[in-house]
């Protein structure tokens, strides 16, 4: 069992709020941190795929009510739309009854449906929290690389071979495209939409060019938008925003996008082992988006992720503001004897951040010329959490 970080950000949101939705794609593991939160308290736990759970909502207000006085958990919420109104009432009269937190835990595998249903009905009721597959700094050190081939989906970062992991990565992706998708409503055919994924993999960490990928697929730059749309709704790629500010300098303007699971990156890529995966050019932009995640994962609350580029090559790989802070300056190199370009010490110049890091695969941390400490992932992601 992998102790997962955000279980007590889950417990402190449980008594505070009335209602917690619980975020992020399916297989990821929300299902059991809830049934292990549920063991801590009164609780019932209902999963909306099953017909026999889904039955006993019939008449939901009547069956919510006779469990009132414990958390409900509503795993795949997003398959009862209805319940949102329902629940809506149910907490404004629990909290009239003196009870103000603690009601409702709701899953859900996207944002979509579930950030649109209970937006609208549950506003000031209901607090947000994304669950992210595992990250380096909730594996042991030397679980590292294995972690960052097969990917933080419990199921294949626990595999017994790498051949089981990639098998499990490539169903996860298949019951994607032709299951999942379609039930919350796109109507895409999956192998178009396997086709920009995989695109998306072999440009890991590269600016997005809607132009070029709507020429390789044969549509418009507005359906590819849609699609890009579709996959960051889905919290399984993310589009990093360029830094903005006057700076007098001219910046790019394009977002880099990643897919946000390096092991599904991989998988789309037919990368099933170590060997294969370090013979391959995108072995240095997996790296990158690999600790992209981790880091982001490890920030404060509220911190804004952004990379930064001008037109004249000043260059850093990501920018993290925690709030209340100046910018932390983070470079990735995928070598154990790391070199920064000219590039990155303009832009520092530009910007003035308030740590200047650069991540390596390494252990150990040491200084560099102009304030910049190389640093192991693991050391840099304990820095930021420690914030």
């Not at 007590?8 to 619980?22: N, R």
């Not at 739309?81 to 329902?86: A, E, L, M, T």
């Not at 603690?102 to 859900?108: E, T």
């Not at 595999?159 to 999942?180: C, K, M, P, V």
Request: proline share 6%.
């Amino acid at each position: 069992m992998i102790k997962r970080r955000i279980e007590a950000k889950l417990q402190h949101l449980l008594d505070e709020s009335p209602a917690v939705a619980l975020l992020g794609p399916r297989q990821v593991g929300k299902t059991t941190l809830a049934i292990n939160i549920g063991e801590t308290r009164p609780s019932i736990y209902l999963d909306l795929e099953s017909e026999a759970d889904r039955a006993k909502l019939s008449e939901p207000e009547l069956y919510l009510a006779s469990h009132d006085d414990k958390l409900v958990i509503l795993d795949e919420v997003h398959r009862l739309p209805d319940v949102f109104q329902i629940l809506r009432g149910m907490i404004d009269r629990n909290r009239r009854a003196g009870r103000r937190s603690g009601q409702f835990l709701l899953l859900g595998s996207a944002s979509i449906d579930l950030l649109k249903q209970s937006g609208e009905t549950l506003a000031g009721r209901i607090a947000y929290l994304e669950m992210q597959p595992i990250d380096g700094l909730e594996v042991p050190a030397d679980a590292l690389e294995r972690l960052w081939l097969r990917g933080g989906f419990p199921d294949s970062f626990l595999a017994s071979n790498d051949r089981g992991s990639i098998r499990w990565r490539q169903d996860f992706i298949r019951t994607y495209l032709e299951r999942d998708i379609p039930l919350l409503g796109p109507r895409i055919p999956a192998e178009t939409l396997r086709r920009f994924w995989t695109m998306l993999a072999h440009h890991q960490s590269g600016l997005l060019n809607a132009a070029e990928l709507a020429r390789s697929l044969g549509v418009d730059g507005k359906t590819v938008s849609s699609y890009l749309d579709l996959l960051v709704d889905l919290l399984l790629v993310r589009r990093l925003e360029p830094w903005h500010a006057n700076v007098g300098k001219r910046l790019v303007k394009s977002p880099k996008v990643y897919v946000k699971d390096s092991g599904i990156a991989h998988a789309l890529l037919g990368l099933g082992s170590a060997e294969h995966l370090l013979g391959h050019p995108i072995a240095g932009s997996s790296w990158e988006g690999f600790v992209i995640e981790t880091l982001i994962a490890s920030s404060p609350d509220g911190t804004a992720a952004n990379f930064y580029r001008t037109a004249a090559g000043a260059e850093i790989d990501l920018l993290l503001t925690p709030p209340g802070q100046e910018p932390w300056a983070i470079e990735i190199k995928r070598s154990l004897s790391p070199k920064l370009e000219k590039g990155f010490h303009l832009a520092c110049e530009d910007l003035q951040p308030q740590k200047r890091i650069v991540v390596y695969p390494g252990e150990e941390s040491f200084p560099l010329p102009n304030n910049v400490t190389a640093m192991s992932l693991r050391a840099a992601g304990g820095l930021l959490r420690d914030q």
